[in-house]
């Protein structure tokens, strides 16, 4: 059984930064492709970034640069880093371990505003 906790979430002004946080248990992060998506209200969730079974990372167009995926096999954890964060950005950013499969987290609630 494979349960994902993410944490880190919060409330940024623009152009703010946070660093997302998911672990796993019943998986390793690091030996399965892995992925970061969020979901804004009202739309459709969406992949933020992630990584590929190769182990190469991709991004959502538009968001390389500003965020940037990693993974530590030592604490076992995803990462997400969210810089230069806008209004547009507000969403619940959940991960899929593995990438493709049913198993999401809670998710964790990124609002940016003034």
């Known amino acids: 059984q494979v349960q994902i906790t993410e944490s880190g979430g919060g409330l940024v002004q623009p152009g703010g930064s946070l660093r997302l946080s998911c672990t796993a248990s019943g998986i390793i992060i690091t030996e399965n492709p892995v992925a970061w998506y969020r979901q804004a209200p009202g739309k459709k969730r969406e992949m933020v970034a992630g990584f590929a079974s190769n182990g190469l990372t991709n991004y959502r167009d538009g968001l390389k640069g500003r965020f940037t995926i990693s993974r530590e096999n030592a604490e076992g954890a995803l990462y997400l880093d969210a810089n230069g964060l806008k209004t547009e950005d507000t969403a619940i950013y959940s991960c899929?371990?593995?990438?493709?499969?049913?198993?999401w987290g809670q998710g964790t609630q990124v609002t940016v505003s003034s």
């Open positions: 899929n371990i593995p990438w493709g499969s049913n198993y």
